[in-house]
C-alpha cells in the first residue's frame, strides 16, 4: 500500500531519517552547484557560463565533485595562490565542504584532482583566453589619433626536468644533462594602455621572437601600432603588417642609420624620411619567390631618440616607423611612445614574478601549455578586474598595482563567508590600490643579499646520491 504522505515516517508521523548515503548525495549535490572557489562569484562575470558547461558526453559527462567547472576554477586558484600546490586546491575544497556537513569530507588525496585537471580540453582554455583577451579596452584619444598600440616582447620559463619536456623543450647545449631545466619561450601581444594580454606563441629556445610573431598576424586589426624593439625589426614584415593596414614603430638594428645627405627629406631635427632597399636573399623567408615579388623599397621615417637621463647607459639609438605624417604624428610623439615600450617588462613581470610562470610545474608538454593558458587567463582576468574599478577618464587601469589586485582576488576567494563581499565593494577595494609614479628611476642591478654557501649542481642527482651514500657507508664502516 502506497503512503498518503511519501517521505514520512508514519509510526512517528515525522520524516523519515535520511540514510547516509542519502546524504552523501546531497552534500555532493551541494559542492557540484558551488564552485570549487569563491572565484567564479566575482570572475564568472569574464567567462561566459557556457563555456564551462558539462559535456553531454566523454569527459566530465558524469555527475563528481571534480567537475568540469569545479577542476577549471581549481586550477584558477591554483595559478592565483602563491602556494602554487595542487594540495593547496584539495584542502580549500575540504574546507569549502566542510561548511555543508561537519562529518562528510573528501580524501586528502591529490590524484582526483590532478587526473581532472589532465582531461581540462586544451580548446576550452584556449576560448576562455581568447574571450578574455576580446574585452574592451579604452584607448588615448589624446594621443596618436586614439589607435590601439600592441606592444610585443618575448621572455623565457623554465619547467621539471622531465624526458617528455626534454624532448619538446630542450635545455641549453651548456648545461651537463641532468643538471639543467628544459626551457621554452614565449612571444606575447600586449595592449599598451591596458596591459590586457592579446596573443601568445610558445616555441623552445631555439624559436626566435619574430617567426613567433607572424604566426600572431591576426592578432592586429586595421589602424593598429605595432611597437616592438629592435629584435622585430624586419623588411618583409614592417611590409606585411602596413599592408594589413597596421602602422610600425620598432627599434632600430642591424642596418647602420641613414645620414642626412642620404635621406629623402629631412622633416625635422633627428627625424628623416628614408627608404630601404631590398636586400638580394633574406633567411627570413624561405620561398625565394616570395622574397621577389615584394616591392624593392620601403619608405619609412627614421627619427633619432635622446636619452639624457642620468644613469642610462645608451645617449642616444634610432627608431623607424611607418607613421610618415610629420603633421599628424609628431617626431616628439613617436620619441615618447617607444619609451612607453618598457611596459612590456612590467607585464611580463607580473606575469613571471608576481604570479610565478617564471617556472612552471607541469611534467609534460600538454600540461606546461594548459598551465601557460591558465597564467594568461588568471593575468587578463584581474587586468579586467582593474579596469572595471576605473570610474573616471583620467586614470588608467596601469597605474593600479596588480600585485595589489591579486592580494585582494586571493583573500576574497579565501573567505568563507563570500555572501558579505559584493562586487561593488571588491572593486573599491581595488580601485585605492593605485602606484606611485617614480620617472626617470634609476636602480642598479645588483642583489643584496647572500645567497647559502651551497654548491652547485655539476652532476645528476642520482650520482650525488651514490656518492653521498658510499661517503657514509665508508664512514660507518
Not at 404 to 415: E, F, I, M
Request: aromatic residues 8%; proline residues 6%; hydrophobic residues 35%.
Amino acid at each position: 500500500m502506497t503512503p498518503l504522505f511519501p517521505g514520512w515516517h508514519l509510526p512517528t508521523l515525522r520524516k523519515k531519517p535520511k540514510s547516509s548515503m542519502q546524504r552523501l548525495l546531497e552534500d555532493k549535490k551541494a559542492l557540484e552547484r558551488n564552485s570549487i572557489s569563491s572565484l567564479n562569484k566575482i570572475l564568472g562575470r569574464y567567462i561566459p557560463s557556457s563555456i564551462l558547461s558539462a559535456n553531454q558526453t566523454g569527459s566530465f559527462s558524469r555527475r563528481r565533485i571534480f567537475s568540469l567547472e569545479n577542476t577549471f576554477w581549481g586550477f584558477f586558484y591554483q595559478v592565483l595562490n602563491p602556494d602554487k600546490s595542487c594540495q593547496a586546491v584539495v584542502n580549500q575544497l575540504r574546507v569549502r565542504l566542510s561548511q555543508f556537513s561537519e562529518e562528510r569530507t573528501v580524501s586528502q588525496s591529490t590524484s582526483a584532482y590532478c587526473q581532472a585537471r589532465k582531461k581540462l580540453p586544451l580548446n576550452l582554455l584556449k576560448d576562455v583566453f581568447y574571450y578574455t583577451s576580446q574585452s574592451k579596452s579604452p584607448t588615448d584619444s589624446d594621443f596618436l589619433q586614439g589607435r590601439r598600440v600592441v606592444v610585443v616582447d618575448g621572455t623565457g620559463v623554465s619547467m621539471p626536468d622531465t624526458s617528455k619536456n626534454q624532448e619538446h623543450y630542450p635545455q641549453p647545449k651548456s648545461q651537463k644533462l641532468g643538471c639543467g631545466f628544459p626551457q621554452a619561450r614565449i612571444c606575447a601581444c600586449f595592449d599598451l594602455n591596458t596591459g590586457l594580454a592579446l596573443s601568445y606563441q610558445l616555441g623552445n629556445k631555439k624559436s626566435h621572437e619574430l617567426p613567433l610573431l607572424r604566426k600572431q598576424f591576426d592578432t592586429f586589426k586595421t589602424g593598429d601600432i605595432f611597437l616592438g624593439d629592435k629584435g622585430f625589426i624586419s623588411f618583409a614584415d614592417t611590409l606585411a603588417l602596413k599592408e594589413k593596414g597596421v602602422d610600425s614603430v620598432i627599434g632600430l638594428a642591424k642596418r647602420k642609420p641613414v645620414l642626412k645627405a642620404d635621406a629623402d627629406q629631412i622633416l625635422g631635427n633627428g627625424d628623416l624620411l628614408i627608404h630601404w632597399n631590398k636586400t638580394p636573399k633574406n633567411r627570413t623567408i624561405t620561398n625565394q619567390g616570395e622574397w621577389n615579388a615584394l616591392p624593392n623599397t620601403l619608405k619609412l621615417r627614421q627619427i633619432r631618440v635622446w636619452v639624457d637621463i642620468p644613469g642610462y647607459r645608451p645617449k642616444h639609438f634610432y627608431v623607424v616607423t611607418t607613421l610618415l605624417d610629420p603633421i599628424k604624428y609628431p617626431a616628439e610623439q613617436i620619441r615618447k611612445l617607444y619609451l612607453k615600450r618598457w611596459k612590456v617588462e612590467v607585464y611580463f613581470r607580473d606575469l613571471k614574478t608576481t604570479l610565478g610562470m617564471d617556472i612552471l610545474r607541469g611534467k609534460s608538454p600538454d600540461m606546461i601549455e594548459k598551465e601557460i593558458l591558465m597564467f594568461f587567463i588568471v593575468y587578463n582576468a584581474i587586468k579586467i578586474l582593474a579596469k572595471d574599478s576605473i570610474q573616471s577618464n583620467d586614470k588608467n587601469p596601469s597605474e593600479l598595482s596588480f600585485n595589489a589586485c591579486r592580494q585582494v582576488v586571493v583573500n576574497y576567494a579565501q573567505a568563507l563567508n563570500t555572501k558579505a563581499i559584493k562586487l561593488p565593494k571588491l572593486l573599491n577595494l581595488i580601485r585605492v590600490n593605485k602606484l606611485n609614479e617614480r620617472p626617470n628611476r634609476v636602480e642598479p642591478r645588483v642583489v643584496k643579499r647572500r645567497p647559502k654557501p651551497f654548491k652547485l649542481m655539476v652532476k645528476p642527482r642520482s650520482e650525488l646520491k651514490a656518492e653521498l651514500l658510499l661517503e657514509t657507508n665508508g664512514k660507518v664502516a
